[in-house]
């Protein structure tokens, strides 16, 4: 090898090493709470490419939903249970709004399947349904009165459906799908992630009730997902 030729490949390779590391360096790091945001519209997508799922007309009467992907397991009948997802309401013209970060947390959940939560979902029928999150806390297994949802897509899963309760769980592990018994869990508001993702003086409350917040990239996926999923709030919900 001439000198001449040993040049050019060493100048090559320095060339090629500082175009990958310029570009590395370059490259915005995953946050925590874009990959929060990733797994529940992967829950999502997921859940409703099943036979058993929610019903679609629950779905059509969503005021808000809740999914808390990952959540840490517990065996049945044993408590200390915790979890980090995201919680999305309907707005004035009946769109998916922007999504707030919420976590969970509480005691034991009684599971219909015998197994271990790891997804959970939760449906709420009201327009006021998110209003204890922003007193405190929302008591799912308490006042608020979560019931187990019932499951399957096709229209006869739904024919008995009358919508009493204001909240409906479901729970997702191990690839069975159905609907939960929740008791003693509560939900709150994920301040410190919402900080992160839309700014250090925005909350949950200025996302969820004043309407005038964008959604962010990071939750662009979940918010897609969800559109996609339940498009639109059907006229009998909204007269309901």
Known sequence: MTVKTFLILALGGFLLTST????????????KEAERALSAANVIQEIMNTPE????????RAHAIAVIPNVVKAAVGV?????????VARTSNKTWGTPA?????????????GVSVTDLIFVFTRENGLKGLFEDKLELGGSAGATAGPVGRTAEAGT???FDSP???????KGLFAGLALKGTVMSIDDSANHNVYGSHVTGRDILLKGNI???????PFLAALRREAPKLSAAATSH
């Open 20 to 31: 990958f590391t310029s570009a590395t360096e370059k490259a915005p790091a995953v946050t």
């Open 53 to 60: 799922s929610i019903p679609k007309e629950l779905l059509e």
């Open 79 to 87: 408590g200390g249970s915790h979890g980090k997802g995201l919680v």
């Open 101 to 113: 970060f919420v976590d969970i947390s509480g005691g034991s959940f009684g599971l219909q399947l």
């Open 160 to 162: 008995n459906l009358t």
């Open 167 to 173: 909240i409906y769980a479901y729970s997702r592990s």
């Open 214 to 220: 964008p959604a962010s990239s990071q939750v662009k």
